[in-house]
């Protein structure tokens, strides 16, 4: 009887073994899905700077200074909609707005498009209150754009 004992109390660790295994999984969980959270608000705000043109081949490309106004798209841990904005004559022109990926690990923005018989991806990589980043013309990859910007002073992350 004693045996049968000991056989049914090892049995009743099975469950409490499987309890803290998947509140151990659930934890790693949550935090890289907080780490992801936090790393995705470094790029939310306001950005601002210079999108130069540098395919000869399209005489409607400008020279362009630019505002990116980029925040959290709902609904998505790993996504962010950039409205974009030109400056002519000291104000905001709209120019569009485009729904972008955020890659944490390697610290990018990635925004694919199509606008009329155009079809690019834009790629950026952020490195703190900097941005770079690039407008390649698909199929092909032919580089359209280098875009810098920095973060504005009086645009703190958003959440």
């Keep these: 009887m004693r045996g049968d004992f000991k056989l049914t109390s090892a049995w009743?660790?099975?469950p409490v073994a499987a309890l803290l295994t998947l509140s151990a999984v659930l934890f790693a969980a949550v935090s890289n899905l907080r780490q992801d959270?936090?790393?995705l608000s470094k790029v939310?705000?306001?950005w601002e700077g210079e999108s130069?043109?540098?395919d000869k081949n399209r005489p409607a490309c400008k020279n362009e200074?630019?505002?990116y106004h980029?925040?959290?798209k709902d609904g998505e841990t790993d996504a962010v909609?950039?409205?974009a904005?030109?400056?002519v004559n000291g104000k905001p022109e709209e120019m569009g707005t485009l729904d972008c990926k955020h890659d944490a690990a390697k610290s990018t923005l990635t925004c694919e498009f199509t606008v009329n018989n155009t079809h690019g991806v834009f790629e950026f990589i952020v490195r703190g209150d900097e941005m770079e980043g690039t407008l390649k013309i698909l199929p092909a990859g032919t580089l359209g754009r280098k875009i810098n910007v920095k973060r504005r002073p009086d645009a703190s992350p958003q959440k």
Aim: with cysteine; proline share 0%.
């Design 12 to 14: 009743a660790l099975v």
């Design 37 to 39: 959270a936090d790393s």
């Design 44 to 46: 939310l705000g306001d």
């Design 52 to 54: 130069i043109c540098v």
């Design 65 to 67: 200074h630019v505002v």
């Design 70 to 72: 980029i925040t959290k």
């Design 81 to 83: 909609t950039v409205r």
């Design 85 to 87: 904005d030109k400056i």
